[in-house]
């Protein structure tokens, strides 16, 4: 199964960074995953069946790309942000 993740997504991983850091940023999406350490800034690329043996958990999530599509993907409901109000003329 394909991982959940999204631009912005802060994950903690297993292995420690050489600069003590264990919390890293999504940068990247595609085969590999692009990863930026948050407190060095370093980056690296990761393939997803290794970024997933060493996840440890999502820290925080990014913003979705579309609301509706993840609530087609997931079955959630999208929040109304009260754009189906009527309107009187």
């Known amino acids: 199964m394909v991982m959940d993740l999204r631009i912005g997504d802060v994950l903690r991983l297993r292995r420690r960074h050489p600069c003590g850091s264990?919390?890293?940023?999504?940068?990247?999406?595609g085969a590999d995953i692009g990863l930026e350490c948050k407190k060095c800034r370093h980056k690296v690329l990761i393939d997803r069946p290794t970024l997933q043996r060493r996840i440890l958990s999502v820290i925080e999530r990014g913003a979705p790309v579309d609301p509706a599509i993840e609530a087609a993907l997931f079955g959630t409901t999208p929040s109304d942000d009260g754009s189906s109000e009527e309107h009187d003329e």
């Open 22 to 29: 264990i919390d890293w940023d999504v940068v990247r999406l």
